[in-house]
């Protein structure tokens, strides 16, 4: 099992900035990938930005070239800095931990209890 805690979120006005932190605790596989997702009133969950514990990120085109995910292996800590926010930011923000048990191959998926971020215009 593995527990997800977050923090950071808040209220900030638009073109503000926050940073969202989430530590992992439990048994963490030396390769995962760690991300965040959100989950805006009335829509689905979508990722937002992924980073895998080699390095790779992975990042939704709306949030490009303002987020950044970051990765502190030795703490089973990721980040997300988020720039330049904008109303349709709003949402809920959930951390993900992704990984896969080898014997038996079996995917394993967690996540936080999220946190909110809100956006005023």
């Known amino acids: 099992q593995v527990q997800l805690v977050e923090s950071g979120g808040g209220l900030v006005q638009a073109g503000g900035s926050l940073r969202l932190s989430c530590a992992a605790s439990?048994?963490?596989?030396?390769?995962?990938?760690m991300g965040w997702y959100r989950q805006a009133p009335g829509k689905q969950r979508e990722l937002v930005a992924a980073?895998?514990?080699?390095?790779?990120?992975n990042y939704a085109d709306s949030v490009k070239g303002r987020f950044t995910i970051s990765r502190d292996s030795a703490k089973n800590t990721v980040y997300l800095e988020m720039n330049s926010l904008k109303p349709e930011d709003t949402g809920v923000y959930y951390c993900?931990?992704?990984?896969?048990?080898?014997?038996?191959?079996?995917?394993?998926?967690?996540w936080g209890q999220g946190t909110q971020v809100t956006v005023s215009s």
């Open positions: 980073m895998s514990s080699g390095g790779s990120t």
């Open positions: 993900n931990l992704d990984q896969v048990r080898v014997v038996p191959a079996t995917p394993q998926r967690y």
């Open positions: 439990g048994t963490i596989f030396s390769i995962n990938t």
